[in-house]
């Protein structure tokens, strides 16, 4: 049974028009990422969310917005897609923080976002 | 700034061979670090963690050590699959930064 959920799984946009990708976990976990891949690239770590506690990675583009309404929900708003943001955008869980070293990740299937 | 490499070239074996991956850092020292299989098309899955205080680590076939001197970690598969066939990451402990993956190829 799948225990992280991205829907959908593909996703066409235009150029400009705002789009939300969503995530949904089973698992309870404190923490959600959202990471942005691009072809042969490395998951580059967007934002995350220690419960209710909002960590933007410095170098998110402001055009990159999250919304965590509950424990198990968690969104992520491009406000107005460039061609640049097409990507494979992965959504994770974890137990806890780094700190701890607990945070063993979750990943879900990813979103593919086109934008024409 | 913290990076990581990996092999960008794929690594092609036969199948039963021994495959050897490895994963070097620079302007950081992780506590701990991840290794993670990708699937085309799919997330990242979790297979092992290692601390730096351990010099092994092992589940199954895979085998994960850790050298902070070095600042490398290597990722063995022994009697390797073609269903081993996939991108294999490394991740650095409590940053979340990934290596961009190896991807590994088993021929029958």
């Known amino acids: 049974d799948a225990m992280v959920i991205q829907n959908p799984r593909y996703q066409v946009t235009q150029f400009g028009k705002p789009v939300t990708l969503s995530c949904s976990q089973t698992?309870?976990?404190?923490?959600m990422y959202w990471y942005q891949q691009k072809s042969s690239q490395a998951p580059k770590l967007l934002f995350h969310?220690?419960?209710?506690?909002?960590?933007n990675e410095a170098d998110t583009p402001d055009n990159f917005q999250s919304r965590r309404p509950n424990t198990s929900f968690c969104f992520l708003d491009i406000r107005s897609p460039g061609l640049g943001d097409a990507a494979m955008y992965l959504c994770?869980?974890?137990?806890?923080?780094?700190?701890?070293?607990?945070?063993?990740?979750?990943f879900g299937a990813g979103t593919r976002l086109s934008v024409l | 700034s913290q990076k990581i490499e990996q092999n960008s070239e794929a690594l092609n074996i036969q199948e039963g061979k021994t495959a050897t991956l490895t994963c070097n850092y620079t302007?950081?020292?992780?506590?701990?670090l991840q290794w993670y299989r990708q699937d085309p098309g799919r997330g990242p899955v979790f297979l092992l963690l290692?601390?730096?205080?351990?010099k092994e680590k092992r589940k199954e076939r895979l085998k994960v050590t850790f050298d902070t001197t070095l600042k490398q970690s290597l990722f063995h598969i022994t009697a390797s699959q073609p269903a081993d066939s996939a991108t294999y990451l490394c991740?650095?402990?409590?940053?979340?930064?990934f290596g961009k993956g190896t991807m590994l190829l088993v021929s029958p």
């Open positions: 969310y220690y419960d209710k506690d909002f960590n």
């Open positions: 290692i601390r730096e205080n351990e």
């Open positions: 994770a869980t974890s137990r806890e923080r780094a700190v701890l070293a607990k945070n063993i990740q979750y």
């Open positions: 302007n950081y020292s992780p506590a701990y």
């Open positions: 991740a650095l402990g409590s940053t979340l930064t």
């Open positions: 698992l309870n976990h404190n923490v």
